[in-house]
């Protein structure tokens, strides 16, 4: 018995001891190294002083948070009828081949200069005018006695640059003076090109050295005043504008103001298109230019006339320089017309001077008006 006891004994001894032995073996194993340091003390990774991240350095100027527009570089203007000759297409047909052909023929009777007459009023000239160079072209044709084509062609040459009053003044009016802007107010019927004319002759000034101001006077279309600020932002010109509906005379009155503060050279006003025949909206445009003229004297008031319309923007004209005393007449879109004859009749009636031609859309399309040159360009080379 005393055996028996003894063996439970031993038997729970070894038990016990065995389980001490296995135990710890296995909680080392889950838990992680300590490093043979019995207390888990979560230490962080020794770690660099923290320092200061260093900015660069700011620009003198930042950057525009907006891209300003890529101002344009136009062309001279020196030339330019030359260069866009080939625009006056339409009309070369009718001078250059049509009128040519038939002062070239061996015998000029009563038929034939009917028929030089015919070409010339279809070309816009005016009958008044086309009677006049067709009497002096007769005379001289009889005089000379015979012809050669080259002979024909010089002097209807001279007498189309004759009829075009090559002694005219053509030069603008815009530069400063008396310590203020020159004042240059566009006026016309409705599509004309005046917005276009003014952004044209904003670009050249511009290319010239000027300092421009654009005044958005046509405050009916709201387009109309985006057109004009579009054609600034191009060029680097500042455009005032007014609210849409508000009244045109302020706003013109203010982009002269904003010239006058600011030094500029010249403020082209862009006016609404306006019907010669409507008396409410040519009072205004009376009242438009009398307000600008509290700051002085209106420097050039040009006419754009659409050659297109032809004996019509005559009737136009007339009406616009009782309202507003037009020192120049500005004739677009030539290219697009077979009557180029119409410069002579403009200037013929009116006794004011083409002093610029618009020759197409683009921006520099736009060319000071020069008689002989045009004449050349109207005649072509190969006549
Ligand atoms: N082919 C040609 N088109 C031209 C010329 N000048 C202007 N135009 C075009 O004629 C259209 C009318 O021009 P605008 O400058 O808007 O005319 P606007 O007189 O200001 O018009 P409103 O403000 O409506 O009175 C536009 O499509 C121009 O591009 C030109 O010399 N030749």
């Not at 579009?230 to 508000?246: K, N, S």
């Not at 205004?284 to 006419?303: C, F, Q, S, Y």
Request: hydrophobic share 40%; aromatic share 2%.
């Amino acid at each position: 018995m005393e055996y028996v006891v003894a063996s439970l004994i031993l038997l729970a001894v070894l038990v016990v001891g065995a389980i001490g032995l296995v135990v710890p073996r296995r909680r080392r194993r889950e838990l992680p190294p300590t490093g043979g340091s019995a207390t888990t003390t979560l230490e962080r990774p020794p770690t660099a002083p923290v320092e200061e991240p260093t900015l660069p350095p700011l620009p003198d100027e930042l950057p525009p948070l907006v891209q300003a527009p890529t101002i344009e570089k136009p062309e001279p203007t020196a030339g330019r009828l030359v260069r866009l000759r080939a625009r006056l297409s339409r009309s070369q047909s009718v001078f250059g081949k049509g009128l040519l052909s038939v002062l070239s023929r061996d015998h000029l009777d009563e038929d034939a200069w009917e028929e030089i007459e015919d070409s010339l009023i279809s070309a816009d000239v005016g009958v008044e005018a086309t009677q006049a160079l067709v009497e002096r072209l007769r005379e001289r044709v009889r005089v000379l006695g015979t012809r050669t084509v080259a002979e024909v062609r010089q002097q209807l040459a001279e007498e189309l640059t004759a009829a075009l009053e090559p002694g005219m003044d053509r030069s603008l009016r815009t530069a400063p003076h008396d310590g203020r802007p020159a004042v240059v107010l566009v006026v016309g019927v409705n599509g004309a090109g005046k917005t276009t004319t003014c952004g044209k002759v904003a670009r050249v000034l511009i290319a010239d050295g000027r300092t421009v101001l654009l005044g958005a006077a046509d405050t009916f279309r709201a387009a109309a005043a985006e057109q004009l600020a579009t054609w600034g932002e191009r060029v680097g010109a500042e455009t005032v504008r007014g609210p849409e509906g508000g009244d045109p005379a302020s706003v013109a009155f203010d982009a002269v103001k904003r010239g006058i503060d600011t030094g500029i050279d010249t403020v082209l006003i862009d006016t609404a298109g306006r019907l010669q025949n409507k008396v409410g909206l040519m009072d205004e445009l009376g009242k438009v230019k009398r307000v600008v003229e509290k700051h002085g004297p209106v420097d050039e008031t040009l006419l754009i006339l659409d050659a297109t319309t032809g004996q019509n923007g005559l009737e136009q004209a007339r009406v616009f320089t009782d309202v507003v005393d037009v020192t120049g007449v500005v004739l677009t879109k030539l290219d697009g017309t077979a009557k180029g004859g119409i410069v002579i009749a403009v200037q013929n009636k009116l006794g004011i001077p083409v002093k610029l031609v618009g020759l197409g859309e683009g921006p520099d399309d736009l060319a000071p008006f020069e008689p002989a040159a045009f004449v050349e360009a109207l005649l072509g080379t190969d006549a």
